[in-house]
């Protein structure tokens, strides 16, 4: 038997009034999957608990079989774990987002957050943005004072680690939830503890908005990365691990280091997929080939696919549903095709971690779809896969128990 966990990463949303008031799951062309919810289980659940944040780093841990509850203790842990870097005691790990705030002479506090992600900057612009923050006197400077360390990445997920750091007190908020808002309010918050985060943001605006790798982007008509956003804090953590828990191992396909980082925690393999950007231009052949080479390895695997959230905060409806249409017809089916082909059976959970609304282009924890198959049943309940679908299904109140049902448990 094999065990597929098929992730769309913020493909749920509310109805949409440019859609006929459907939602993107509901408007998109998406037969495969629909063909395993008339045979499997549409119900819907709470990966997201209301006392924590609504976004992937609660809901993936809660989806691979942690309460968040318990286990939560940041985002930016579990993406150090995937980049091999190890906290000491004393230790806190950062997100620390290239982003775009808009032009003007106005300070800082009064420009808006326009993206999230420096326009989904490339790999390569991504370093040399950051390289300029390093080999700057002054910002390397700043660093050193707050003993703090920048790790450098190619895309727009940079990761900072401040050693001997005391976050009481102090609040971050995540910029993807607050685009088009000013950043005066949004800024960390807590007195002279936060001031110092707040002082490398501007002193990185200062020094980046100007620099010739940021022009060059602002004249190749694209946005540009003309600042830094401090999120996402946490302290190390130790998750459970998944053999002991559901007695077999497996494999995470993902080219988002959160999903890495909880499953490299549990003790499943990283698989990393060349050409997957976590945006619409991943590569889906390549993720499809590792699905399935990993699952002659193994009996379970996790698939992510980061498009349909990315599309969203990008404020693109038409990039999200064709996310979403690419997932069934270069993923789901390819990879139920090549499983009955082989004789297989097996058995898939498909959901989407978190809402990510389109009409805020933020994340929502309200429950999501879950769609729950298995190749060697019909259950004879007909219907489709989506949010209304879900809403007349069961309810699964604790996201963190649904691997117990895929398992058969």
Known sequence: MKYLLIIGDGMADNPIPELGNLTPLQKAHIPAIDRMAARGIVGSTVNCPPSLPAGSETAILSILGCDPRRYFTGRSPMEAAAAGIALRPGDCAFRCNLVT???GEQPLEEKRILSHSAGSIDGPTALETVDALLDNPRFSAALAEARMELYPFPAFRQLAVRHECNLAGVRFTPPHDHLGECC???FPAGGEKAALYIRLMRLAHEILDCHPVTKKRRASGKLPANGIWFW???TAVELPSFRAQYGCSGAVVSAVPLCHGIGLLRGLEMVEVEGATGELDTNFQGKLEAVWEKLQEYDFVCLHLEAPDECTHNGDLAGK????????????SPLAERLGAAGLDYRALLLSDHKTLTATRGHDGGPVPFLLYDSRRDTGRGGVYGEAAAEAGPF???????????FER
């Open 232 to 234: 996402a804090e946490g």
């Open 321 to 332: 549903l064709q996310a979403i249409e690419w997932l069934d017809s270069r993923l789901v």
């Open 101 to 103: 705030f808009e032009d």
């Open 184 to 186: 005066g309010p949004l």
């Open 396 to 406: 699964v109140e604790n996201g963190y128990t649904l691997l117990d049902m895929l």
